[in-house]
């Protein structure tokens, strides 16, 4: 009779085994990834708003206030015009 609940101790443990390796070690998985990943995403943004402050405001050095947002926006109109034009010439 010992020898039954031993297997069949056994046999449940094998079962629990599978079952977690088959839905809890890989979504563990995904979960670090996406942990990673929103770390990543958090740090290249912060990266991005640095770098731009930065050039606004070494372009507000030779410049005034008003001549840096003018090339911020020359810059970002020139941008969004020719990515209007790529997009406008493939749609047709």
Known sequence: ???YATRFADFL???SSRVRA???DRVARVIKLTGLGIVAAALG???VIFLI???FGALEIPL??????AVFGVV????GGILWFKRSRNDT
């Not at 005034?64 to 947002?69: D, L, Q, R, V, Y």
């Open 45 to 47: 943004l912060t990266a």
């Open 64 to 69: 005034t206030t008003a001549g840096a947002f």
């Open 13 to 15: 443990e094998q079962i």
């Open 53 to 55: 402050w930065t050039i």
């Open 76 to 79: 970002l109109g020139v941008t």
């Open 1 to 3: 009779m010992h020898e």
């Open 22 to 24: 088959m839905t809890v």
